[in-house]
T-cell receptor
Framework: SQKIEQNSEALNIQEGKTATLTCNYT??????LQWYRQDPGRGPVFLLLIRENEKEKRKERLKVTFDTTLKQSLFHITASQPADSATYLCALVDSGAGSYQLTFGKGTKLSVIP | GAVVSQHPSWVICKSGTSVKIECRSLDFQATTMFWYRQFPKQSLMLMATSNEGSKATYEQGVEKDKFLINHASLTLSTLTVTSAHPEDSSFYIC?????????????FGDGTRLSIL
């Protein structure tokens, strides 16, 4: 069966450290993988997209890697701040999906401790 | 950035009531809109995909007669939960996408918390 797993339900990290979140998938052939941030009671906000033929993407303090052999994406936040505390969702666009709809993982709740 | 407005943000109503939720893209034309449902500590589950001027495509297990979707224009989609019951209580979120390609991100509304008594 198809699965998207974000291994940690919750992650606590000290301010200033690098947070690393993991997204693994099974029985998908994603053409794209996206990361979103969701705050409590709010809708997700798009952060980064990486294509199947890209290894790494950066945006300011954020970095995403994509390893199609390992079937894994890693999401890094460097120099983490308390304001980075939120739930981070990975979502993939399966190459077979007709309308390019997203399938989401359950998310990892990140808490950055001052 | 792209803004999607969802209204209302919170609804409490009696069992048997029909509830309408609006989703508007404020500063771009949304070729495709999506409706999701999210239970606490769970992932967003896609309910249906809607393209302007055509019938929505529902995911397996989602009753199309229960969850009516109308995408009348490139900036507005509505979800009507008909004859709502307590098990329909959830967080409903819409999103809009400009274009039909997978590399374009979705822009989400802030959700509607629906509580059926």
């Amino acid at each position: 069966s198809q699965k998207i797993e974000q291994n940690s339900e919750a992650l606590n990290i000290q301010e200033g450290k690098t947070a690393t979140l993991t997204c693994n998938y099974t029985n998908y052939s994603p053409a794209y993988l996206q990361w979103y941030r969701q705050d409590p009671g709010r809708g997700p906000v798009f952060l980064l997209l990486i294509r199947e033929n890209e290894k790494e993407k950066r945006k300011e303090r954020l970095k995403v890697t994509f390893d199609t052999t390992l079937k894994q994406s890693l999401f890094h936040i460097t120099a983490s701040q308390p304001a980075d505390s939120a739930t981070y969702l990975c979502a993939l666009v399966d190459s077979g999906a007709g309308s390019y709809q997203l399938t989401f993982g359950k998310g990892t709740k990140l808490s950055v401790i001052p | 950035g792209a803004v999607v407005s969802q209204h209302p943000s919170w609804v409490i109503c009696k069992s048997g009531t029909s509830v309408k939720i609006e989703c508007r893209s404020l500063d771009f034309q949304a070729t495709t809109m999506f409706w999701y449902r999210q239970f606490p500590k769970q992932s967003l589950m896609l309910m249906a995909t809607s393209n302007e001027g055509s019938k929505a495509t529902y995911e397996q297990g989602v009753e199309k007669d229960k969850f009516l979707i109308n995408h009348a224009s490139l900036t507005l989609s509505t979800l009507t939960v008909t004859s709502a019951h307590p098990e329909d209580s959830s967080f409903y979120i819409c999103s809009a996408r400009f274009g039909s390609r997978g590399h374009q991100p979705q822009h989400f509304g802030d959700g509607t918390r629906l509580s059926i008594l």
